[in-house]
């Protein structure tokens, strides 16, 4: 099976993804956890995973284990959705709000792997 154009994924391994990450808007995933849940190498998600910082603000708090911290290192789920929809030229609903536009995009996510 190949990897579909511009990831570094097969359709059912990005499948897998969205099961995983798909319409949250919100989390920072990490990798190893991630890759670990999805049985794929932890440095596939390298691309998308960065330093993210706490902002202090009630939505820019980050969280690790309920306690907040002042950064962690991962793969933002909503980053990772807009990239990958990008890369297949996947067209989704603008919408208004975090949560909606990831929910927007991994339905269209999910219509384009029906055609793969």
Do not use: C
């Amino acid at each position: 099976m190949s990897t579909l154009k511009n990831l570094p994924f097969t359709a059912s391994q990005l499948s897998s993804i969205l099961d995983e990450i798909g319409n949250d808007g919100h989390s920072i995933y990490t990798p190893s956890e991630l890759a670990k849940h999805i049985g794929l190498p932890e440095n596939i998600f390298d691309p998308w995973s960065h330093i993210h910082n706490s902002d202090g603000s009630h939505k820019g708090t980050i969280t690790a284990d309920g306690s907040a911290v002042e950064s962690m290192k991962g793969m933002y789920g909503l980053d990772f959705l807009q990239s990958a929809a990008m890369k297949l030229n996947v067209k989704s609903t603008d919408m208004m709000g975090r949560g909606s536009r990831a929910r927007s995009i991994t339905s269209a996510l999910r219509d384009y792997l029906k055609t793969v």
